[in-house]
């Protein structure tokens, strides 16, 4: 299983990029799947994050400027962010989690949570 982050990059404050993540040996409509996203220094946070449905979570911190959305055909998911902020450089990664549910207890299924490598996204001042 790979999940290829791509898109980061250098932006100006103000700025938007779109981030994709493209899945290999797994198949993401399986998936819940989200994007997070660390800072130096700073813990691993969730970004947003997209149930098989189409339900959509945003964090506090990104919520009216960036939106994940996921193309099943292409086995892709993406994180478009616009109004980028200094704060908003990190690293992000998207993952995919298999998700069990008995009645309305739901786990991540063991073995099947993913990451991918990580992309770096640089908000300049």
């Known amino acids: 299983v790979q999940l290829q982050a791509s898109g980061g990059g250098l932006v100006q404050t103000g700025g938007s990029l779109t981030l994709s993540c493209a899945a290999s040996g797994i198949a993401l409509s399986d998936y819940a799947m989200g994007w997070h996203r660390q800072a130096p220094g700073k813990e691993r946070e969730m970004v947003a994050e997209i149930s098989t449905g189409g339900a959509m979570v945003s964090g506090a911190s990104v919520k009216g400027r960036f939106a994940i959305s996921r193309d099943n055909a292409k086995n892709t998911i993406y994180l478009q962010m616009n109004s980028l902020k200094p704060e908003d450089t990190a690293v992000y990664y998207c993952?995919?989690?298999?998700?069990?549910?008995?009645?309305?207890?739901?786990?991540?299924?063991?073995?099947?949570?993913?990451w991918g490598q990580g992309t770096q996204v640089t908000v300049s001042s």
């Open positions: 993952n995919a989690a298999l998700i069990k549910c008995t009645g309305h207890m739901c786990d991540i299924v063991d073995g099947h949570d993913y």
